[in-house]
């Protein structure tokens, strides 16, 4: 049994103990959680009594590797925007494509970024990468903090030490950082942009957590929707709110579905009056094509070889559906054909996950389905990529008033700025294909025996 397996059986153990059946803590935890504004939807973000453990080497290896491949994934977009065919494999929408020519302002492409992370005991692999903030590094701050000093974890912190992962103060002096490149020259104040949802009275969560976190450091700050901004003067402001710095929660690809290219926050973009972070220019990153170009190694020949090796060992084979033949581990082989006789070892993706199409697993559905799946890729932008197995482990949880354990799918997130990685999320989903409300974010500690 590994450091991580024996841990989780000794927490089990714990909390089925004296004095823990007593599940008060449990609704203690609960209430702390709510008071805390960790809810969204009416549900707690973390149903879940346990945080997710990592070890001091996997945390290092997941920073090395992932430190490695944002600094190839930048290069790639530095290509892509030098290159009008690179441009065209990332399948853009024509206004996404003019969004990515203006420049921002300031040099880095990707000011907050963060991969989607299989982390299995010894094995790591990358299976999505974007061009975002991780939902959850506020949340997450004030999870770590509820549990560390939860009974059972008091407790349990008798045998091991924990150490806590943040990352708001990184996220602000990341955004501070960009500003100041843009030429900010006083302090700024910041919108956080989101898009409210059809009778949605209150702000989410996180944002609120953000919001405050940021007025706490004496930044001025407010959480807008983008059909509250105008500009004139060349000023953008939500009424009387003047924005110099936005924060940028809203996909570009959902963006243009409702507004055009005249909008206020388009045309201050255009004209250098504010500082978008992250830009419209990081939308390429989200673009699951990404993967595509970073494997094609005829494009990666002259990259440095700790990002060839890294791109090698944790990145899996992607390609663009398309009719054409490709290489597979040094095989050429029909890229249609392969998709079809190959069900079970892969995985069709929306190149964009802001549609209305959704990940096929192959080995979760029948050959008929596949193919139908397989002519719907061909029609409309998909990629194909090799099956990752993912880390599956027991979580309790509290439900009903009762205690249940349930087998859950964890990803990690490793959150970066500027390209260095500063913390990380756990995602927990029953990852069984179907729909299920046991789904949500634990607080994760670095793990390490007294």
């Not at 080995?363 to 990529?385: G, S």
């Amino acid at each position: 049994m590994n450091q991580i397996n024996e841990a989780i059986a000794r927490y089990q153990r714990l909390i089925e103990s004296e004095p823990f059946k007593d599940l008060a803590w449990a609704e203690a935890l609960k209430e702390r959680m709510q008071a805390e504004h960790l809810v969204e939807g009416g549900r707690l973000i973390c149903p879940f009594l346990r945080p997710h453990f990592i070890t001091r080497r996997q945390y290092d290896n997941l920073v090395r590797a992932a430190e490695a491949l944002f600094s190839a994934i930048d290069r790639v977009k530095q290509m892509v925007l030098a290159d009008p065919a690179l441009l065209n494999r990332m399948e853009l929408l024509p206004a996404e494509k003019m969004l990515a020519t203006l420049d921002p302002g300031y040099p880095f492409l990707s000011v907050t970024s963060l991969f989607d992370t299989h982390l299995n005991n010894g094995s790591l692999a990358f299976v999505e990468y974007n061009a975002d903030t991780a939902a959850g590094v506020a949340y997450g701050e004030v999870l770590a903090e509820i549990f560390y000093d939860s009974p059972p974890v008091k407790e349990f912190r008798k045998r091991y030490t924990l150490q806590k992962l943040g990352g708001k103060k990184h996220l602000l002096n990341a955004l501070l950082k960009a500003y100041k490149q843009f030429g900010g020259r006083r302090e700024p104040r910041i919108a956080i942009l989101e898009f409210r949802q059809p009778f949605q009275i209150a702000e989410q969560g996180e944002y609120v957590l953000l919001r405050d976190y940021f007025r706490a450091e004496g930044y001025s700050c407010e959480i807008v929707s983008p059909d509250q901004l105008d500009y004139r003067a060349g000023m953008l402001r939500r009424g009387a709110f003047e924005i110099d710095l936005v924060y940028r929660r809203v996909r570009v690809h959902e963006f243009l579905l409702r507004y055009d290219l005249s909008h206020p926050l388009v045309r201050a973009y255009r004209d250098r009056k504010v500082c978008v972070v992250n830009s419209f220019r990081a939308e390429l990153a989200h673009k699951k094509a990404i993967f595509d170009l970073l494997t094609d190694e005829s494009l990666t020949t002259d990259f440095p070889a700790a990002e060839k090796k890294a791109i090698r060992q944790y990145i899996p084979w992607t390609r663009i559906v398309a009719q054409t033949k490709t290489m597979y581990h040094d095989e050429p082989v029909d890229l249609p054909e392969f998709i079809r006789t190959n069900r079970q070892k892969l995985v069709l993706k929306p190149n964009d996950d802001a549609g209305e199409q959704h990940s096929i697993w192959g080995w979760e559905v029948d050959q008929a389905a596949w193919e139908r799946a397989l002519k719907r890729a061909l029609r409309t932008p998909y990629v194909v990529q090799e099956r990752v197995e993912p880390n599956r482990e027991p979580f309790p949880l509290y439900r009903y008033g009762r205690l249940e354990v349930k087998d859950m799918q964890v990803d990690v997130v490793p959150h970066a700025y500027l390209g260095k990685v500063q913390g990380c999320s756990s995602w927990l989903t029953a990852g069984d294909g179907g729909f299920s409300t046991v789904t949500g974010l634990t607080p994760t500690f670095i793990l390490e025996s007294r």
